[in-house]
T-cell receptor, first 112, second 113 residues
């Protein structure tokens, strides 16, 4: 069966520290992968998406970056976190649009 | 560009009653898909129901059903016999083309005992 793992679940980081959030998908090949951010009580903001290894598209200019070193691995990074990076980060995958997305369980990031 | 609009930021319903959440969208495509996602307080996003635009019949999943009006570009979600566990944010989403979804800003639904 197909599953998606996202970790860590919760993270508290000081301003200026680096960030690495990881997402992996099991049970499928060549998935489309997405990173979303959600501020408290707000909608979903698409940050990055990837249709293949090494292929990253950025939707919003910011101090975050994404990488896809393996087919089913998607990493969200930052060299120096800002207070405004706080939020809930969701990873998602799909193969085709007709079945929507499957989401990971999310990471709650607090930058202090 | 395609857009999804949820005009009701917050709604409430009494337990066991019926509630309808509104969603309108705009796309120039003829072939597309529509979705409702539920995000409970745990914040796990869960697919509630999906609708193919080429199907006239409204989708139904247990207590959840949609009213899909293609000409009006409307896709509302009806929850019957509301339960406390239905308390959540609900997101409407539109998918077309190869892979990406466009989401509305969400409606926060509270079910009152």
């Amino acid at each position: 069966s197909q599953t998606i793992h996202q970790w860590p679940a919760t993270l508290v980081q000081p301003v200026g520290s680096p960030l690495s959030l990881e997402c992996t998908v099991e049970g499928t090949s060549n998935p489309n992968l997405y990173w979303y951010r959600q501020a408290a009580g707000r909608g979903l903001q698409l940050l990055f998406y990837s249709v293949g290894i090494g292929q990253i598209s950025s939707e919003v200019p910011q101090n975050l970056s994404a990488s896809r070193p393996q087919d089913r691995q998607f990493i969200l990074s930052s060299k120096k976190l800002l207070l405004s990076d706080s939020g809930f980060y969701l990873c998602a995958w799909n193969i085709q649009v007709n079945y929507g997305y499957t989401f990971g369980s999310g990471t709650r990031l607090t930058v202090v | 560009a395609q857009t999804v609009t949820q005009s009701q930021p917050e709604m409430s319903v009494q337990e066991a009653e019926t509630v309808t959440l509104s969603c309108t969208y705009d796309t120039s495509e003829n072939n597309y898909y529509l979705f409702w996602y539920k995000q409970p307080p745990s914040r796990q996003m869960i697919l509630v129901i999906r609708q193919e635009a080429y199907k006239q019949q409204n989708a139904t999943e247990n207590r959840f059903s949609v009213n899909f009006q293609k000409a009006a570009k409307s896709f509302s979600l009806k929850i019957s016999d509301s339960q406390l566990g239905d308390t959540a944010m609900y997101f409407c989403a539109l998918g077309r083309g190869s892979y990406q979804l466009t989401f509305g800003k969400g409606t926060k639904l509270s079910v009152i005992p």
